[in-house]
């Protein structure tokens, strides 16, 4: 191929895939953003079937730029025509010295496995749409080495359902107590004790049980805990706060 032939095809060809790729992660972000619910399995199918093609698309974009000439099939890296990416991900570190976060390999690892095993779960009978979800959730849990929490569709009298989420810096335990307001941390086996208490727990299922005592322990290791024992006064508050920044002194 000619000199103008591979510009052409940089500038041209690759300026409309870029378009494209754009459009594909820009839906799977608006979807993400309004979310209506974890269990909406259709909703999820659309982001991360949009996220993992336009984030492919934009690795193919970068290794097309960077290759001398991407029209070549003898010479082009076996990743540029398959569904990869992982090994897309290792061919770009070739021309380049910046490096993906540790949250941006998460993501490749999601959209990859949804990509490779989940894509067409719809047309295979007994395929456990619960999978699905868990793939899911397990990159939303925790993003950039922090914890976030995410608001719920439900919350009764507590008015908190805002689709929103922000990051954990503390969980907080209440307790009653009608003459005074007491604040303390909790470490160690109460600290487990009382997060692991309060979670719903499918005891049938062995791995389940396993990830989620391992996802227990990590709480417990990186964010603190605390109980607070009040009065329904504004004094609580006050409280828990000195609590809290008298941790971080």
């Not at 032939?5 to 754009?22: A, P, Q």
């Not at 698309?57 to 290794?63: D, N």
């Not at 907080?172 to 005074?180: A, E, H, M, Y």
Request: hydrophobic share 35%; proline share 3%; glycine share 6%.
């Amino acid at each position: 191929m000619l000199v103008d032939e591979i510009w052409d095809f940089k500038s041209i060809n690759m300026g409309r895939e870029l378009e494209i790729s754009g459009e594909f992660i820009y839906e799977s972000a608006k979807k993400t953003m309004s979310i209506t619910g974890l269990n909406n399995q259709y909703e999820i199918n659309i982001i991360l079937y949009t996220g993992a093609v336009g984030i492919e698309r934009l690795q193919k974009i970068y290794l097309c730029l960077v290759l001398q000439n991407p029209t070549d099939k003898e010479s082009v890296p076996k990743c540029l025509i398959e569904h990869n990416h992982h090994e897309l991900e290792k061919e770009i570190e070739k021309y380049t010295t910046e490096q993906l976060s540790k949250n941006g390999r998460s993501l490749l690892g999601v959209f990859s496995n949804y990509y490779n095993n989940y894509r067409y779960a719809n047309y295979i009978p007994g395929k456990n749409s619960s999978e699905l979800r868990k793939l899911f959730i397990s990159f939303l849990k925790k993003q950039n080495g922090r914890w976030y929490a995410f608001g719920s569709p439900y919350a009764g009298s507590s008015r908190i359902w805002r689709n929103e989420c922000a990051p954990i810096k503390a969980i907080v335990f209440l307790g009653k107590d009608p003459d005074t307001d007491k604040c303390f941390r909790l470490e160690g086996v109460d600290a487990f004790r009382v997060i692991y208490s309060n979670l719903t727990m499918n005891i049938w299922n062995k791995e389940y049980m396993n990830k989620t005592m391992e996802f227990v322990q990590e709480i417990c290791m990186q964010i603190p805990i605390f109980y607070l024992q009040c009065r329904p006064e504004k004094s609580a508050t006050e409280c828990l706060k000195r609590c809290i920044e008298k941790r971080e002194t």
